[in-house]
């Protein structure tokens, strides 16, 4: 029998039960809907961090304290506190890192801000050089909208003031001006020299929600520590990048006298380096959403099946007739393996259109919440990959009552009442 | 020479170790171009041995040998062509495809048949316009009256144009009219075409269309005789 006429035979088969043939593919359909959307959206997530990552400049090294994660089950840092003054002092000598243009230490961590009768539970982000100036805005490409930065010599002098975040500003001070107000950060008082302008997130970190104060303040006044989250180093272009990672390196392990790598108490992390773990986090995340996603596929499968089944069973006669004019088995199987696949990959079909259609809406969505950051990719390889599961589950599912089927003797098929 | 013959079948059922006998030992033989009825009451071995010689079943024991050969050395699947291609069925319940229409119904056996697919069309509506069906060619099956299908059916088994037809009691759920619209399309592809037809019927006068009536009686073969005043092909004009 021709290929042509098998494929024509199946259809009107399914024809004939058009409600049930629908709501037998909707196991198929949620199924394939949630892996596309799953792996869309993945897409989506792992786009806008790689975004997010080159905003803080390519060219940017984050000297982190403690030892490097090496995977899931890493959770206990030691060492956090091995980042100290010292270290920094030793980073800026030239002849140590030749190739750095910019080094910054950073401090953050929790604070509760308090002006008048207002409060506001913020994060304190201690930053800025005791040499340069403009260091935070120039590395995280920021602006002040009223007053400015403060500068080396707030540093140096560890003086109490404070840039505020533009949700910050609002939620202390409403519509009234900051500048020159004094706000308690802690039981420490800051004077406000700027605002920020409301800008979002800007690499991983969220400037709104955040006040800005000298790293030498914050870490003597707030933290009351001495030791750094962070030192951020910038290359002078992307090429110098490895080279200072390495001269990083060497000069805190001599600083540090560590000669076994593996015991190092700090990590250097390149942008190149984030994205690439970040990447793995999404990754393994979309992986194990689409495991869970596809146990709907598998009881889709077990749908089809149990119709197939029931279908069989019900259209013994037809077989019966089919095997009496001539069709053998192989024609019956492939009659019947033909409509399970059939119905699959419609349900697989229209799981694709609803998935993708789903995950831009929701692309519309997120876009407008992140500012435009948020872009909608056509998941291609899960389009693909959603036909191919689909026909697999009616092959798989489908071989067991198609095999009935041809099995049927044609005598009982036609007594059967 | 003998175009059918049976020597010694019988068929036994074995339904959860109780052994049940459909037919003793039968042996008879058919000619090309025969015309045969087989009577007999429910459960004398009628249907069973249609099966068997309609390569629907085989038989426990004995020899059964289609048009020279022995069927026993044929597998499943040359079965399957043999009946496509020089067995047509007819059933007492019609058997046809729902929600199909009238030329598929009767297009059906072509799909698995080697007729090349240019000649489906024309072989399809000659065996329709042979039962005297060609106006209603399109219309679904459910549409149609009892003696219709069953003509229909009749048109189905005619299409690859077979050399035998195994009739079930064709005429068992029609009217008295259609019964003989019936009986008057089968003799007539008998004389005037040729075909070897086998009837089952429990009906005496539906029998005597035949030129021979062979009787069973639980399981076993009674008589075979001649039809000594067969129906005239005239008398059912009337």
Redesign the interface.
């Known amino acids: 029998?021709?290929f042509r006429?098998q494929l024509k035979?199946a259809f009107?088969g399914l024809?004939?039960n058009k409600s049930r043939s629908v709501l037998t593919i909707l196991g198929i359909v949620i199924g394939i809907t949630a892996i596309i959307l799953i792996m869309s959206l993945g897409q989506g997530a792992q786009k806008l961090i790689l975004s997010q990552v080159e905003g803080l400049g390519s060219n940017t090294i984050a000297i982190i304290p403690g030892r490097e994660p090496k995977g899931p089950s890493d959770f206990a840092n030691i060492f956090l506190d091995s980042l100290k003054e010292r270290d920094l002092e030793i980073l800026k000598s030239k002849s140590n890192l030749p190739y750095a243009r910019d080094i910054m230490p950073v401090v953050f961590g929790p604070a509760r801000l308090s002006y008048g009768s207002e409060t506001y539970q913020s994060t304190v982000f201690g930053g800025g050089s005791a040499e340069q100036e403009n260091l935070i805005a120039r590395m995280f490409d920021l602006e002040t909208e009223t007053g400015e930065f403060f500068g080396a010599s707030d540093v140096q002098s560890k003086s109490s003031v404070a840039i505020i975040g533009s949700k910050v500003k609002k939620e202390l001070f409403g519509n009234f001006s900051a500048l020159g107000e004094k706000v308690k950060i802690g039981n420490h008082s800051f004077r406000v020299v700027g605002t920020l302008p409301s800008k979002g997130q800007v690499s991983f970190f969220n400037f709104d929600e955040m006040v800005i104060v000298p790293y030498t303040t914050a870490g003597q006044y707030i933290l009351g520590r001495k030791h750094f989250d962070r030192i951020i180093v910038t290359a002078e272009d992307e090429t110098k990048i490895d080279q200072t990672v390495r001269d990083i390196t060497s000069a805190l392990r001599q600083s540090h006298n560590i000669t076994d790598p593996s015991k190092d108490d700090f990590f250097v992390e390149t942008q190149a380096d984030l994205a690439e773990r970040l990447g793995t986090i999404t990754s393994v995340l979309t992986a194990f959403l689409t495991a869970v996603a596809s146990i709907s596929l598998f009881v889709g499968g077990i749908g089809i099946m149990n119709i197939m089944l029931v279908s069989v069973t019900e259209r013994t006669?037809?077989i019966?007739?089919?095997?009496?004019?001539?069709?053998?088995?192989?024609?019956i199987l492939t009659q019947f393996l033909l409509e399970s696949i059939i119905l699959t990959l419609v349900g697989g079909v229209i799981g694709i259109i609803a998935g993708t259609t789903l995950s831009f809406v929701l692309s519309l969505i997120l876009s407008a919440q992140l500012g435009n950051a948020w872009e909608f990719t056509f998941p291609v390889q899960a389009a693909v990959l959603g036909l191919v599961v689909s026909a697999s589950v009616g092959l798989v599912f489908g071989i067991y009552p198609a095999r009935i089927a041809s099995k049927k003797?044609?005598?009982e098929a036609?007594r059967y009442e | 020479m003998s175009f059918l013959t049976v020597q010694n079948i019988s068929k036994r059922y074995e339904n959860e170790g109780v052994v049940t006998s459909a037919l003793g030992s039968i042996s008879f033989s058919v000619r090309k171009g025969e015309f045969i009825a087989v009577m007999g009451p429910s459960g004398s071995g009628k249907s069973t041995l249609l099966h068997i010689l309609g390569l629907l079943d085989d038989a426990s024991s004995g020899r059964y040998e289609f048009d020279g050969i022995e069927v026993a050395s044929y597998t499943e699947n040359e079965k399957a062509e043999i009946r496509n291609k020089k067995i047509g069925f007819v059933f007492q319940s019609f058997n046809l495809l729902p929600k199909t229409s009238v030329y598929e119904n009767v297009r059906l056996p072509l799909l698995y048949s080697s007729i090349p697919q240019t000649e489906w069309g024309k072989k399809t509506k000659d065996a329709i316009s042979a039962v005297d069906l060609s106006d209603r060619i399109f219309h679904e099956s459910s549409q149609l009256s009892g003696g219709e299908k069953q003509r229909v059916a009749i048109a189905r088994a005619l299409v690859t144009g077979p050399e035998v037809i195994f009739a079930d009691e064709p005429t068992g759920n029609l009217d008295s009219v259609s019964g003989k619209t019936i009986m008057k399309i089968l003799r007539d592809l008998n004389e005037k075409k040729g075909h070897t037809i086998l009837l089952i019927t429990h009906e005496t006068y539906t029998a005597e269309h035949a030129e021979r009536i062979i009787r069973l009686k639980d399981g076993n073969l009674k008589s075979d005789i001649k039809v000594t005043r067969r129906f005239r092909a005239e008398e059912f004009i009337k």
Do not use: F, N, Q, Y
């Not at chain 1, 019966?320 to 024609?331: P, Q």
């Open positions: 029998m021709l006429h035979t009107t024809k004939t006669r037809e019966g007739l089919r095997k009496a004019v001539g069709a053998t088995m192989k024609d003797s044609p005598i036609l």
